[in-house]
Structures are given as C-alpha cells and as structure tokens.
C-alpha cells in the first residue's frame, strides 16, 4: 500500500488545515486509517485514527476537539482536518494504514506515507 499525503504548509496560530491522504491499495475501506506526528525533538505520536467497519474515530487527547478525522472510501483517501492550530501542532504529520482494528501506536500500523510538514506560527 502506498500512501501520498498533502496539504501541509505554513499557517498562522488559530488557522485551519486539512491534509489529505491517498492510498494506491484498492482495498483501502478495509483497512484502518491512521494520522501521526513527529515535533522538532520529539518522537512520533499518535494524533487520529479512523476504523474501517463502523464509523469509529480515535483521537489523541491533545487534539480532541480541533482535529477531525474522516476517510472517503471511493476515493481511498482520508482526512484529517485540524483546526484552531498552535504552534506546538508544528511536525511532520504522517498517514498510516493498519490491517488491525485499532491504529494507536506506531507498532499497530503496517504502511506508512512520507510525511507533510506542518508549520504554525505566531
């Protein structure tokens, strides 16, 4: 499965950005779509993830509430839209696809995009 995301870019704290993610595998509804980050310094930390059966959303404590993730089937692609942006949001956000149930942690994803840099300042 390859994964391209897109949409990362430069914003202003309190700005809204949606990052895209598609997926080459035509089987994409069966797997479960994950969003990561990685800060300056900092390791890799889960940040939304959106089930394949029933319409289930996972989301990081620190994210709840401004992020929104959501996946279009017939376009093997899936979403994550960040909103009210600070500027620890700042990182490299990765997609992550999992053959699992749940995609919390890095152990539970099986394909991994190249990232897009997200950048919020002041």
């Known amino acids: 499965v390859q994964l391209v995301e897109s949409g990362g870019g430069l914003v202003r704290a309190g700005d809204s950005l949606t990052l895209s993610c598609a997926a080459s595998?035509?089987?994409?509804?069966?797997?479960?779509m994950g969003w990561f980050r990685q800060g300056p310094g900092k390791e890799r930390e889960f940040v939304a993830a959106?089930?394949?059966?029933?319409?289930?959303?996972y989301y990081a404590p620190f994210v709840k509430g401004r992020f929104t993730i959501s996946r279009d089937n017939a376009k093997n692609t899936v979403y994550l839209q960040m909103n009210s942006l600070k500027s620890e949001d700042t990182a490299v956000y990765y997609c992550?696809?999992?053959?699992?149930?749940?995609?919390?942690?890095?152990?539970?994803?099986?394909?991994w995009g190249q990232g897009t840099q997200v950048t919020v300042y002041w």
């Open positions: 595998e035509p089987t994409f509804s069966s797997y479960t």
């Open positions: 992550a696809a999992g053959n699992g149930v749940v995609l919390t942690s890095e152990a539970e994803a099986d394909y």
């Open positions: 959106a089930g394949w059966g029933s319409p289930s959303t």
